[in-house]
């Protein structure tokens, strides 16, 4: 089996065979006060952050950490609107691109398990499993977690494996879509 390079979210294709949906909303001051990704100096977040909408409706990334697992308590992950499409451009109100977190678009993103002992590998039993999102330290990669997560902290659905990869590859890309409880679409 091969180990497949770490790299950012990025959209497979839809259910409908249309064009991936991608949305545009307003980036919000919230993301140039250093917290998020590198702060200021970065451009804010990265193209592939996951994105929710705030209490001030603008995009604002789910915060990472080293090992953070989004659960069901954090109130971003009830309103995501989908993934960046490209990086912060840290002008308040500037109308950003989003590939939107809908019923339509499934995207494709490494396989990582933060829990001790466990295989960062994808494998058929995975296929159709809820899945949660571990967010690297720097917040510029999201990936698929389909180890120990419950119904509370489950953020994605798996629905396949990316056809450049095999069952069993180390960080292998798993097909996904994001929940419908977890999306501002439904």
């Known amino acids: 089996m091969a180990t ?59 915060r990472g950490g080293t090992g953070f697992e989004a659960t069901g308590a954090d109130a971003a992950i009830a309103r995501i609107i989908g993934f960046a499409a490209e990086p912060a451009t840290q002008t308040n109100a500037n109308e950003l691109a989003v590939y939107a977190a809908n019923a339509d678009n499934v995207f494709y993103g490494n396989v990582v398990s933060t829990t001790s002992g466990a295989t960062s590998t994808i494998s058929l039993v995975s296929v159709s499993e809820a899945a949660g999102a571990s967010i690297n330290a720097t917040g510029s990669r999201v990936y698929v977690n389909p180890v120990g997560f419950g119904a509370a902290s489950s953020v994605f659905r798996i629905v396949g494996k990316h056809p450049d990869d095999a069952y069993g590859d180390t960080n292998g890309r798993a097909l996904f879509q994001i929940l419908g409880s977890r999306s501002i679409w439904t």
């Open 4 to 62: 497949i390079k770490k790299s950012s979210i990025g959209v497979s294709h839809t259910i409908s065979g249309n064009s991936p949906q991608i949305v545009y909303h307003q980036e919000g001051a919230a993301v140039f006060d250093g917290l998020y990704y590198g702060g200021p100096s970065s451009g804010g977040f990265r193209k592939g952050c996951l994105l929710y909408v705030n209490s001030s409706n603008a995009l604002e990334p789910i």
